[in-house]
């Protein structure tokens, strides 16, 4: 018996992600691995949110506000952003997948970097629409390539800035000269993930340019520096228009209780974010100066993770790694096959990786 599905659904390839780590210390015999592999926050969750979340967990009976009234109120007052243009998601995979669902159908198209995030791809081709990918330069997401790529069936274009796997920012200028003739017709995705450790006073804003013409979306999430990736909380800024869209398609309750209540309380924790980005970039820094000594080229990033080309293939090196109980991710399928990437960890961390590193490639 055939399972009755369309084929551009059975040719997806599954979302590989990084193997948790008690699964890889089991698999290979050892104990107290480094995850450096999933863009993590090296500290745990906010504490602030751990409080909040073992504070509500009486009253998970119930179902959660469906419309996160209270995580959209808090991010509308930090954000100081109107809350009716504030959408929240089961992380920000979930306004990613909205996104496609409610802007795309069979025969649209969509521009992508590439490479970068794989969602987008995964989300477009579910909809039946034709992802149209244009690759990176010196490991930037190409505007000019991206405004030439535009066609009458354009209907989306994803930026992902900082760009994941890279780690590199468009400018506001280059985003400014890309929007100028594009036309108004088209859906423009900023993904920023990783907004908060951006160092680059020149990096684009996503905020900055809603309303102003174009329709654009600004998606960020809980899951990175504020250390909550398994609570699976992200949202979205844009229009209200925009955001009544979403109220149409979203399921009703895609937020759950612990994660709208950790979220907010999250939010108010500024000192917990401080230390994340303090921590972050005193790392990088660090790994930095590590690479540097060990004549190993690099690429600095505006995120809390970098690729390293280690100038052999990177699963070999991935393997080694793992052998020594530090996981970091092979960038092969990425189309960087001499390259890992390795997301900051504490100093503790990034020494253990150093050190692995170093006798892996001696
Ligand atoms: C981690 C990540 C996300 C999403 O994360 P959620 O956990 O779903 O909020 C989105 N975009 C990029 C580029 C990421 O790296």
Known sequence: MKVPVP??????????????????????????????????????????????????????????????????RAL?????????????GNGSDDLIALIATAFLAPGDEAILPHPSFLMYDISVITAGAAPVFVPLKDLRPDLPAMRTAVTDKTRVVYICSPNNPTGTTVTEAEFAAFLADLPRDILVVIDEAYAEFVRDPEALRGRDWIGKGHPVISLRTFSKAYGLAGLRVGYGLMSPEMAGIFHRVRPPFNVNLPGQIGAAAALADTDF?????????????????????????????????????????????????????????AMTAYGYPDYIRVNAGLPEENQRFATALRDVLA
Not at 15 to 22: D, I, Q, R, T
Not at 25 to 32: C, D
Not at 282 to 299: N, Q, V
């Open 76 to 88: 509308s007052a930090h954000l100081d952003y109107p809350e009716e243009g504030i959408v929240t």
């Open 7 to 72: 084929d551009y659904i059975r040719n997806i390839a599954p979302y590989a992600p990084g193997k948790p780590v008690e699964e890889l210390e089991r698999e290979y015999g050892i104990k107290n691995a480094v995850k450096l592999a999933s863009n993590e926050n090296p500290l745990g969750p906010c504490p602030s949110a751990m409080k909040a979340v073992a504070d509500a967990l009486p009253r998970l009976h119930r179902y959660p506000d469906g419309a996160s009234v209270l995580l959209r």
């Open 273 to 329: 974010l401080d230390r994340t980005v303090r921590l972050t970039h005193e790392g990088l820094d660090w790994l930095y100066s590590e690479l540097e000594r060990m004549g190993l080229a690099y690429f600095p990033t505006q995120s809390n993770f970098f690729l390293i080309d280690v100038g052999r293939p990177a699963k070999e090196v991935f393997k080694a790694l793992l052998r020594k109980g530090v996981i970091v991710r």
